[in-house]
């Protein structure tokens, strides 16, 4: 059965990884039904005698991944939460194979092969960005930010490509020093090594430098520790080999840098002022509200509104560090949780380091083993990832999250040895009967919701395209209010089939936002006054219904005031755009639009003065960003 789960898990990681990592429930879900089907056939391996994991990193994780279900199930929006909780389950299934079933130095290695050619065709892609077309993107539907410099490969976001990158590289790194590889495998290592941080110098992720240098650090140390205990004599010209190796190699990224302007900047204010300790401070003041057990899976998007800092006018989705943004959405007893995880994890890796190195590099004199170069290169990613966290959110990647989910559960796997204790032996089977009840329950709960999600993205895309009439049209399939397949042009009767299969989703806010934008826009395109307030009417009425699943959704809100004033109901689209400064006060866009319902009120005098005293207000804030010491930005 081994070969059917790594065959499964390929699919999914290759997919999702193609799919900007995941970060649209569209591109999540599919992979984490593979993954599902996995772990539900993984009954059929419920009886095989294996050596079980540590068993404290067994109960970390489901206590930790409890406690992450169990708030995101709790969370005051469920489509915000949805995420976080498909993306939990998809992690615990991926960890609880590795460790129960792929535990092997020949399942690991197939899996490590995957993420080689994988981090190819990242870097590949990433190669194409930074050189040729900075648009270009695998797929002609998925489009990148405008004006981006930085290579993101097959994601979005340079910072989450690096991360990847990153522990692929350490991991390669390790394993071309530390295993008992042959000459030409050994190689392919280095070189995907070498491939790796030339997509991490290129990404211009200040975070992937930090991640880089701490995970070399991390190897560095420990070789050096290694050659010392297993062969003294050696400890000397190894410990200078490994100095000047990691020196090289940073010495040619950064001179490779060096020919380019924007990555030299990039490099020079590696430590300087950031804008990211505006969404810090944000973060702070989220986590006040509700410190001991957060606020729920995905609601930093609402208090990030509400607390953001003047210099952040992007919508703060996340933090920009993972710790904090645990703190806020799942309190303290989350952070220890997530704390017990990782000293569970360290701990083992750090153990089973020592073990090996005592009982087998050390007896055999060889100085080579592949379960130590696989353990002590995911130890490094680990350390990696932990520096990374400061000042990203790769944990919030699905397709990041899922690879560190193998990577953790490489290292509660280790070298068998000795009789497992009664603990150990009475938790693995539980966990063996929870892997296949997880992967029912994705595929009963999460796959389902794919038909919707897909109505989702096409009103998303026909709204982006101007095509407003199939706005409306697949958001009101996807809300199962269509009345017949003609109502969504463009659809087959297969996907209605599933719609009718799987069930609409009343509750996700997106569908309401695009049908109301969608007919709010139609609105403004006619003349006739009466035709347009119906409608107006349309679109307030899909906003209100969205609003009493979302009700903090100042984007519904803001739209919902606009149809609003284009029937001339200015009253009701006051006491709206008010809700809205309560949840958003320092939104440059939100009072310009407040400025437009003035005017549109005819209170023109009171819009003048509001306009003066947002343009006083940014000249404040642009003078503070130029002061001594300020960054560049994200």
Known sequence: MNFVYLFLLTLAWAGIECLIGGTRLLYSLPAYGLIAIAAVLSIASVRSKRHPPDAFCLWSTLLLGAWILLRAWRSPVEYLAWPDFFMMIGCLMVYLLTALYLTGMAEQTVLIVVLWVIAGAEIWVGMIQFLQDPKYMLFPWLMRPPNYIRASGLYISPNNFAGFLMAVAIVSISLGVWSRWRVWAKLVAFYMALLCLVGVAISGSRGGYFDAIGSLLCFAVGSIYTIQVADPRKFVPVAIAVVVGVAAVVGVAALLMFHSEYLTHRMQTMVAKDVRIYNWEAALDHIRVSPWVGTGAGTHLIYGRMFRRPEIQADPIHAHCDYLELLAEYGIVGAACMALFLIAHVRRGLKSFSDILRRRLIASGLNRSNRFAMQFGALCAVGGLAIHSVVDFDMHIPGNALIFAFLFGVLASPEPTGEPGIFTRGLTPFAKVLLPALGVLMLFRGVPLLPSEYCTNLARVALRDH????????????????????????????????????????????????????????????????????????????????????PQDESMLVRDAEALDMMQNYADAETIFQKAFLLDPKLDVLRTEYEKHLKSEGKVAEAEALARQRAQAATVVVDRDQAPGAGAGL
């Open 467 to 550: 095509d407003f009439r199939n706005t409306v049209a697949y958001a009101q399939l996807g809300l199962g209010t269509a009345p017949e397949i003609a109502a969504a042009p463009g659809q087959n009767d297969m996907l209605h089939t599933l719609l009718r299969k799987c069930g609409p989703d009343p509750k996700n806010p997106n569908l309401y936002f695009y049908l109301g934008e969608g007919n709010r826009a139609i609105a403004s395109q006619m003349k006739n006054f009466l035709i347009a307030s119906i409608y107006c009417q349309r679109a307030d009425d899909a906003f209100k219904a969205g609003l009493k699943v979302f």
